[in-house]
């Protein structure tokens, strides 16, 4: 019994400091906008069907992010990159197909 209140004392202990330390003060976390909220639950929901093979799931979260492309995005370089979001595509397709033409 003094074991579990030890170990229990140790776990409230460690979670006080992993709350402390990894979360910013609110002040400091930016607002996500509706257009981010609105992509990010687009490609969580596929992401959760189970039903849909790896490789069509990868092909419709990059027609999601296509779709749902919001500019200053974390996950895209540059304005750039949207734009070759086509040979990114025929990239990824390769890939997926295991194309022997593909050098490392």
């Known amino acids: 019994d003094d074991l579990m209140d030890e170990i229990n004392a140790i776990n409230q202990e460690r979670g006080k400091k992993v709350a402390a330390e990894g979360k910013p003060p609110m002040h400091e976390v930016p607002e996500e ?30 027609e999601l992010q296509k779709q749902h492309y919001v500019p200053g995005d974390a996950n895209e370089e540059d304005d750039a990159s949207h734009q070759d979001g086509d040979d990114i595509n025929v990239l990824v397709e390769r890939v997926i197909n295991n194309d022997k033409n593909l050098q490392e």
């Open 33 to 62: 906008s509706e257009a981010v909220v609105r992509k990010r639950k687009a490609i969580m929901e596929v992401m959760k069907d189970s039903s849909i093979p790896w490789p069509e799931k990868n092909k419709r979260i990059l």
